[in-house]
């Protein structure tokens, strides 16, 4: 459960906490009104002590100090917001995730902000990502013996603007739509299956009010998805095909976002190595996203339909498996000979574009955890995402970079397609191993016909291997704090 946020009433030096946190910008800490209120009770031990541990209050420094029983908190942690005139909307919600996640054992907070004009939507949405914890499956002495429940928010002069309490209030729903993302990659897959995905994608549908409509193993079949009911016939979890649908009565466009949602990716018949296999329970990271973002957008309400497209199947090896060799004709009617069923990925996101440009939007935008190729291309923390329109690419990157996510655009290089030619079909599904990341968006490229489009392969940031800003360890929840800010750019 995420903490709830208030603004605090009482003057935050007296009010009772179990920890004290002080955002501060860097430099002349001595002239910081908070600190120097502090610095008096403390017997002038805080300025001191800050100078000899060369705290300055860079971005993401962090001081934790004990009061001595001086302050009704018993902790302090000063927290680095760096240089006053270089504050953004991502450093500030980063510096907050990271300050709340060093004080997560305490169950009470008092948090001051260093200026009036602090957004506080953005400071919500740091204090929900940084208490994000997946602890459901510890029992005994592994539960964690304190959670942080509560959380006052104090502005300098204590005066609340009009719109404070709403602001806090949705940058709690939006962290706790990130949360949903983080829960369903970090969830096992012997519990994330696809019918799980669209359990939740319903449970979704009726907390937002939203269309949804669920295809089962029949379905897909029935309407032609060949190429994801082919991922799935391997598997005894059937697959599933997830389409949820925000409508408001003014929309100005129709954005439809599709997600890769392999629940498990053994590789099938061509198995993956066993190291490192389990992360592939966090190959659904592109639906988590998706969803995440649909579970958001009755929050932001939007003058935009908004639909949400997940993809879900589970890549197993078994006799009813597919093979390579294996021809089939996809959705949008082009037939695919399969070459390593391991790239599993595109073969359902090819069926999901095609479906999803037959609803005529005027921009698709996927997220999947595609290809190993893009996490040698970018790192494990970057995105690679590809489209063929300039204004999309910039708006994309003005969205990541106010949400404090890494997209880096990759080029759609047309002479890697030659390598997705196949003598007994119209296409292969793979191409040469260089360049993997690009070949397998040209393959995607192939099913969205002219409807404009963004494609991207999250394969690196969807899990963390540790916590850092708003990044925990485990399901990061990546691309959706980043296709919010797209809706709101686009609905402007
Ligand atoms: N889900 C994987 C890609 C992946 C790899 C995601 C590592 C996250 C971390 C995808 O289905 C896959 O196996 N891709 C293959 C494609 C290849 C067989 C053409 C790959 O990248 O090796
Ligand atoms: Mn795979
Ligand atoms: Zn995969």
């Known amino acids: 459960m995420s903490p709830s946020v208030a603004l605090g009433s009482h003057d935050p030096l007296t009010e009772s906490a179990d920890a004290l946190v002080v955002c501060v910008f860097s430099g002349a800490l001595a002239e910081h009104p908070t600190l120097r209120a502090l610095d008096r009770t403390l017997g002038g031990a805080l300025l001191a002590h800050a100078k000899t541990v060369e705290f300055e ?17 018993p902790r302090l942690l000063l927290a680095g917001l760096g240089a006053a005139d270089e504050i953004s909307p ?11 996640r060093a004080v997560q054992n305490a169950k009470t907070v008092s948090l001051v902000l260093p200026r009036e ?35 006052s928010v104090h502005l300098p002069s204590n005066k609340a603007p009009a719109d404070a309490k709403k602001a806090l209030a949705l940058g709690g729903e939006i962290s706790a739509a990130v949360a949903l993302a983080r829960d369903s990659v970090n969830e096992p897959p012997n519990v994330v299956n696809p019918e799980a995905l669209a359990k939740l994608a319903r449970e979704i549908a009726k907390d937002n009010q939203l269309r949804i409509k669920v295809l089962d193993k029949k379905g897909i079949l029935a309407a032609g998805m060949n190429l994801h009911y082919a991922v799935g016939q391997g598997s005894e979890n059937e697959p599933r095909f997830i389409h949820l649908t925000y409508a408001p009565r003014k929309k100005k466009k129709k954005i439809v976002f599709v997600g890769k949602g392999l629940t498990f990716d053994s590789g099938g018949l061509c198995i993956k190595p066993a190291p490192g296999m389990g992360d592939m329970k966090s190959d659904m990271g592109g639906a988590a996203a998706v969803l995440g973002l649909m579970a958001a957008v009755s929050s932001l309400r939007p003058e935009l339909e908004v639909h949400g497209i997940v993809g879900a199947a589970e890549n197993m090896p078994d006799g009813s498996a597919y093979r390579p060799a294996d021809v089939f004709k996809s959705l949008e009617g082009k037939t695919v000979e399969i070459i390593n069923t391991d790239a599993e990925g595109r073969l359902v996101l090819a069926d999901a574009l095609c479906y999803a440009a037959r609803l005529k939007p005027d921009l698709i935008v996927d997220a999947a955890t595609l290809t190993g190729a893009a996490l040698i291309a970018l790192g494990k923390t970057c995105s690679a995402f590809y489209t063929a329109t300039d204004e999309l690419a910039r708006t994309l990157e003005g969205a990541a970079r106010d949400a404090g996510e890494l997209f880096w655009r990759m080029p759609l290089l047309d002479e890697l397609g030659e390598g997705l030619k196949s003598d007994v079909a119209d296409l292969k599904h793979t191409g040469d191993r260089y360049g993997g990341s690009i070949t397998a968006a040209l393959f995607l490229r192939e099913f969205v016909g002219k409807t404009p489009w963004i494609h991207c392969d999250i394969a690196g940031p969807a899990l963390s291997d540790r916590a850092r800003g708003i990044v925990p360890k485990g399901g990061t929840g990546h691309a959706v704090l980043t296709f919010i800010n797209l809706l709101e750019r686009l609905s402007d």
């Open 90 to 100: 991502s450093r500030l919600r980063s510096v907050l995730a990271s300050a709340v």
């Open 57 to 73: 209050g860079k971005p993401e420094q962090l001081l934790d100090l004990p009061t001595l029983g001086r302050l009704k908190a």
């Open 117 to 151: 004009d602090i957004d506080l939507r953005t400071v919500g949405e740091g204090i929900g990502l940084g208490a994000y914890r997946f602890d459901k499956y510890f029992t005994a002495e592994r539960r964690p013996k304190t959670t942080l429940t509560k959380v």
